[in-house]
């Protein structure tokens, strides 16, 4: 089975910095789909940025991007010029593109404080 | 498009109480999940449907448990007893299978508080 973990429950970033948050996942398969998802005090889950696993180039969103590192299983998560309103939760998911299914496996969350 | 509407945002219920959530996804969408997060447990997939039909329910902690999909644009899960472990927020999400996207959108989810 698919497990995705995150091993800083909790991260801070003074802003204007760059954090880099990270994310390590396990899996047999060889296409997947990997996701970062933000949850600010709204509770609503907002998508961040998405990767194919297919693709070597990393995959980038205005001031987010990720470093994709497939051999080690590694997704992790780059947030430069921090802003206030980078302070949420952010979950690293996985989603497996050799099955017909939608099951997204969430890993426990990195919450994330801005210092001004 | 409105997003993901889930009601209501807050519910508040004694112990033995019939809970019902509801959520609307997006106009379109073919597939529907149903979360559950806890400090405890993370964020753990219920159960979800794909054009109306469940297809995998077995995170549907147990009887107590029930979800519904009667047509395209509406879902309700069920908690009938509620009890006070059952107290989490609750999220709806949604997502269509074009070809490579299949982003899931998440509602802004039901608060449960079972006394």
């Not at chain 1, 990997?34 to 180039?57: C, D, G, H, N, T």
């Not at chain 1, 949420?88 to 210092?115: E, H, N, W």
């Amino acid at each position: 089975a698919q497990t995705v973990t995150q091993s800083q429950p909790e991260m801070s970033v003074q802003e204007a910095e760059t954090v880099t948050l990270s994310c390590t996942y396990d899996t047999s398969e060889s296409d997947y789909y990997l996701f970062w998802y933000k949850q600010p005090p709204s509770r609503q889950m907002i998508l961040v940025i998405r990767q194919e696993a297919y693709k070597q180039q990393n995959a980038t969103e205005n001031r987010f991007s990720v470093n994709f590192q497939k051999a080690a299983k590694s997704f992790s998560l780059k947030i430069s010029d921090s802003q206030l309103g980078d302070a949420a939760m952010y979950f690293c998911a996985y989603r497996s593109a050799q099955t017909s299914y939608d099951k997204v496996i969430f890993g426990p969350g990195t919450s994330l404080s801005v210092i001004p | 498009d409105a997003g993901v509407i889930q009601s209501p945002r807050h519910e508040v219920t004694e112990m033995g109480q019939e809970v019902t959530l509801r959520c609307k996804p997006i106009s379109g969408h073919d597939y529907l999940f149903w979360y559950r997060q806890t400090m405890m447990r993370g964020l753990e997939l219920l159960i979800y449907f794909n054009n109306n039909v469940p297809i995998d329910d077995s995170g549907m902690p147990e009887d107590r448990f029930s979800a519904k999909m009667p047509n395209a644009s509406f879902s309700t899960l069920k908690i009938q007893p509620s009890e006070p472990r059952d107290s989490a927020v609750y999220f709806c999400a949604s997502s269509y299978r074009e070809l490579a996207k299949n982003i899931q959108y998440f509602g802004a989810g039901t608060r449960l508080s079972v006394l």
